[in-house]
Structure formats: C-alpha cells, structure tokens
C-alpha cells in the first residue's frame, strides 16, 4: 500500500473515532479577556473536605483550560480551589500549541496554595464551577 493511501486511511479512522476519544470531556466556555478564553471541563469537577486543625472547610478540584489565540497555546491546568479562603492550587499543567494540540511543556507536583481576588479569572472560574449542578 501506498504511503498516500495508508496516511489517508489513518486520518479517516482519526476523523471517525475522534468523537468517541472526546466523550469524556465536556468543555464550558466560562470568560474571556480580550484574546483570552477561560474555560472548565465540567466533567472533572469533584468536591472535598479539607480540614486543618479543628477547621474544615470545602474544597473543589477541576481543569481549567486557557486559551491564548495570539500565542496559539493552550493551557490545561488541574486546580484545587478553596472558596472560603480565595485561594487556587495548581496540581498539574500542560502547555500544547492549539491547533496541533502539540505538547509542548508539562509539570506535574503541587504548587503552593496562591490567592485570588473578586477581579480576578480565577473567582470567576469559582463561581461558575459552583453554578454547576453536583453530581449525585
């Protein structure tokens, strides 16, 4: 077979099978500033009790994608949110380009915890995940 033949089969599969390898996600679109997307898979919200001391408070994890048009990337973070403190906890991030979805850089291990404020993306993300009906 031909190297024409066999590349366009590939692809043909790819187009095919791609609705089934993206069933997992469910992307909602949350802001945008300016060239900026912010966005949060729905999916992947999960709620926690974190407690310190004799304090409990409720924490949210999800991803988080950041879509920069200007510098084609995208940025995928899995953040952990603690909305009485306004904080956000970065456990994991991926940079791709967008259109590729190429990799460019990962990390993974936990950053420390940073605060937001009322103006920032981040309490917008927080609010939106808590708009978002919880999974039973």
Not at 56 to 74: F, I, M, T
Not at 95 to 120: C, F, I, N, R
Request: with cysteine; net charge negative.
């Amino acid at each position: 077979m031909s190297l024409r033949r066999i590349t366009m089969l590939v692809l043909a599969l790819l187009l095919v099978m791609s609705p089934f390898c993206l069933a997992g996600e469910n992307i909602q679109f949350v802001d945008a500033n300016g060239a900026t997307g912010y966005y949060v898979d729905v999916n992947t919200i999960s709620y926690e009790t974190e407690t310190e001391g004799e304090h409990s408070s409720e924490v949210v994890s999800a991803r988080v994608l950041v879509v920069k048009a200007r510098q084609n990337r995208r940025f995928i973070y899995d953040i952990r949110f603690n909305r009485e403190k306004s904080t956000y906890q970065i456990l994991s991030s991926v940079v791709q380009t967008y259109d590729t979805k190429e990799v460019v850089e990962s990390h993974s291990g936990m950053a420390p915890p940073a605060p937001y404020s009322l103006t920032s993306p981040m309490h917008t993300i927080v609010d939106f995940i808590y708009e978002q009906p919880r999974k039973q």
